[in-house]
């Protein structure tokens, strides 16, 4: 019986799959098993970046230590179609008061250009209450961005 392997992806079509996407989940080291929590991010081409609020585990997890394993993916709901990418790096708050307010403005871009609800304000550290454009106004959230990236595995179905 031969195993069959699933494919990797050639570099543009991992690149067009996470400039396509908007959510991802983030692997974080946790005291004894890893701790995964969702996060909406933006892409620039060249970084991925994304939005934290100020509290909870992920906050104390990132703070004992930046390395993280991304995953973004995309499928059918039949599992027909299916596409991954899973990368290793590293978690960077970004200081610089104007690329944070540049990565606040794609946030609000995505969230008006794709219709997304304002429920998602809450994982951001808004109120749903909120217009989106807040994100960009106020810092209720800390930017990161993922660098080094050591290990990216980049698959599709057959």
């Not at 195993?3 to 400039?19: C, Q, T």
């Not at 104390?60 to 973004?72: L, T």
């Amino acid at each position: 019986m031969e195993i069959v392997k699933i494919p990797r992806m050639e570099k543009a079509e991992y690149d067009h799959l996470i400039e396509e996407g908007y959510v991802c989940r983030i692997a974080f080291q946790g005291e004894k098993y890893p701790y995964i929590a969702p996060f909406l991010y933006v892409f620039d081409g060249r970084f991925l970046y994304f939005l934290s609020t100020k509290y909870g585990k992920k906050l104390e997890y990132f703070r004992k230590s930046p390395y993280v394993s991304v995953e973004v993916e995309r499928y059918s709901s039949d599992l027909s179609s299916y596409t991954f990418v899973t990368m290793q790096g590293r978690l960077e708050e970004v200081e610089d008061s104007i690329e944070k307010k540049l990565v606040r403005e794609r946030f609000v871009d995505l969230i008006v250009g794709r219709h997304l609800s304002n429920n998602i304000l809450a994982a951001l550290g808004h109120s749903p209450q909120d217009p989106p454009e807040a994100i960009a106004r106020e810092e209720r959230s800390l930017v990161w961005r993922l660098t080094g990236v050591k290990d990216l595995v980049a698959l599709k179905n057959l």
